[in-house]
């Protein structure tokens, strides 16, 4: 079965720099979630999508900036960089009236 | 705001013995759905199970099941016949439901199930 797939993987940039994060949810599913989760710590809730528009906000930071797209993929822009955004990002999707959300492998983003 | 209070840290449990994850929550909202997920080495998020507030039947799922306490809003995961498989770290998640379905975790347990 097709899973939340997200892109990259892995990413590295420095202080100061852009990073853009793509999730690509599971087929039919129109909900798309984005949560970070520092080292060691538990996810946060950032941001939320439902049919192509933002449904929620969490402890999203104001220099992150995200959106879902026509084929609800989403991705998230994350700019001016620092060293504590680094941490794994989950994307996660659900369908409408189901409260399962899958999850993603997720994106380790480490800034330098 | 709701809060999500896991007690323990770590646990280690032997094989094939029974283990107990605790979870306590806080919320005023009567619609809501409680959660476990687990988080293996490979750090992919996977259910493993769910319970819908207004059930008073406890979920099972195989060797999982919960303990659910809605006046002492606890909500507890039994892992039975413990398997090297389920050494991961287990976080109890929250969602009200119907208000964006978002979850609210708490800070995990680390399982370390034992040979």
């Known amino acids: 079965a097709a899973g939340v797939i997200q892109s990259p993987r892995h990413l590295i940039k420095e202080k100061r720099e852009t990073a853009t994060l793509k999730c690509y949810p599971i087929p039919r599913h129109d909900t798309v979630y984005w949560y970070q989760q520092g080292p060691g710590q538990d996810p946060q809730f950032l941001i939320s999508?439902?049919?192509?528009?933002?449904?929620d906000k969490g402890s999203i930071p104001d220099r992150f900036s995200a959106q879902q797209f026509s084929d609800y993929h989403s991705e998230l822009n994350m700019s001016s960089l620092e060293l504590g955004d680094s941490a794994l990002y989950f994307c996660a999707s659900s369908a409408t009236g189901d409260t399962e959300a899958f999850f993603g492998q997720g994106t380790r983003l480490t800034v330098v | 705001a709701q809060t999500v209070t896991q007690s323990q840290p770590e646990m280690s449990v032997q094989e094939a013995e029974t283990v107990t994850l605790s979870c306590t929550y806080d919320t005023s909202e009567s619609n809501y759905y409680l959660f476990w997920y687990k988080q293996p080495p490979s750090r992919q998020m996977i259910l493993v199970i769910r319970?819908?507030?207004?059930?008073?039947q406890n979920a099972t799922e195989n060797r999982f099941s919960v303990n659910f306490q809605k006046a002492a809003k606890s909500f507890s995961l039994k892992i039975s016949d413990s398997q090297l498989g389920d050494t991961a770290m287990y976080f109890c998640?929250?969602?009200?439901?119907?208000?964006?379905?978002?979850?609210?975790f708490g800070g995990g347990t680390r399982l370390m199930v034992k040979p």
């Open positions: 998640a929250f969602m009200i439901r119907n208000a964006g379905n978002m979850l609210t």
């Open positions: 999508f439902y049919e192509k528009m933002q449904s």
């Open positions: 319970q819908e507030a207004y059930k008073q």
